[in-house]
Each structure stands twice: as structure tokens, then as C-alpha cells.
């Protein structure tokens, strides 16, 4: 009987243990699956952004920047990206206040101002990438990529026209 007890509390050891492993296996998928779910979310925050400042920079009308799904969804971001690419992320956000004073203050010099929008729109760039290689699998980064790149071409097709009608030397892109 002794022996039927430790063979009944080993095996009850070993499901116990069994069972806890497969549960956190579970919820480490789950919160990896929230965070994926969360960059993709700012992403296209991100990408919206990234076309009021190319825009803001190359014709000098400014929309309004959204930073509302970045600071909802951060936290679960922050647990699973690197510091790295954190800090990416974080400095593209960041150039919101360089945004918003080139927008408002009339005194900044022409050149200065299209200097600020050209650095808060490389950095949303570099942000733009590290999401994109994190958050979509190796098709969706494909179809992305061709999807931006006729985006881009529309983009400085219409500008290089609308220019060319005003008389303006064509505006250059960092893209």
C-alpha cells in the first residue's frame, strides 16, 4: 500500500507540474499574439503619421498626428520588443513635438522647417521598418512592400506635378 501512495503522489508531481508548463506555454503565446496584435495596430498609426509629416514637408499642409493607439497599446509592446527597436518606436512618437512646432511657429525659416519634418519622417521610417519585420509574417511584408511602393510612386507623381504647374523645382523624398 506504501508503495501505491508514492507511485499516486509522483504521478499527481508530474500532471501538476505537466499541466503548469503547458499553462504558461499558453499564456506566453497569448501575450506575444497581443503584442504582434498591438504593433500592428500602431503600424498603421504610424504609417498614417508618417504621410501627414511627408506631406507637411513637401506642400506645407499640416493634419493633425494620432498618438492614441501608441500610448493604449505600448505596454504590451514594451514587454516583447527589444530595447532596441523600442527606442525606435519611441523616438518616431517623440518627433510629434518637432511636428507640432514646425506646424505652428511662424517664425521658423523655411529650411528649418522642411530640415525638422525630414528628420521626424526618417525616424517614423525607421520605426515603420523594425514594426513591419516584427509584426508580418514574410508574405505580408511583401505585399506591404509592394503595396507602399506604388503608394510612393503615386505620391511624387502628383507632387512632381503639382509643382511643375506652379513652376517649384520637384520636391525630394527620404523614401
Known amino acids: 500500500m506504501d508503495e501505491r501512495l508514492l507511485i499516486g503522489a509522483f504521478g499527481a508531481l508530474v500532471g501538476a507540474a505537466g499541466w503548469l508548463g503547458v499553462a504558461l506555454i499558453m499564456e506566453r503565446r497569448a501575450a506575444t499574439k497581443r503584442a ?4 500592428r495596430a500602431v503600424y498603421f498609426e504610424l504609417r498614417a503619421n508618417h504621410l501627414h509629416v511627408l506631406t507637411a514637408r ?23 520588443l527589444a530595447a532596441r527597436d523600442l527606442e525606435t518606436l519611441v523616438e518616431a ?19 528649418v522647417r522642411r530640415h ?20 508580418f509574417t514574410p508574405a505580408e511584408q511583401a505585399w506591404l512592400a509592394r503595396h507602399v511602393t506604388a503608394e510612393a510612386a503615386v505620391a511624387s507623381e502628383a507632387a512632381a506635378t503639382s509643382e511643375a504647374r506652379s513652376g517649384r523645382e520637384p520636391a525630394r523624398s527620404t523614401r
Open 93 to 111: 512618437y517623440m518627433g510629434h513635438a518637432g511636428y507640432a512646432q514646425a506646424s505652428s511657429d511662424s517664425n521658423l525659416p523655411e529650411p
Open 116 to 135: 525638422v519634418l525630414g528628420v521626424v519622417a526618417e525616424r517614423q521610417a525607421e520605426a515603420i521598418a523594425v514594426l513591419r519585420r516584427r509584426v
Open 58 to 80: 513637401d506642400h506645407n499642409v499640416f493634419g493633425e498626428l494620432s498618438r492614441a493607439t501608441y500610448e493604449r497599446l505600448l505596454p504590451e509592446m514594451a514587454t516583447w
Open 36 to 39: 504582434r496584435d498591438a504593433g
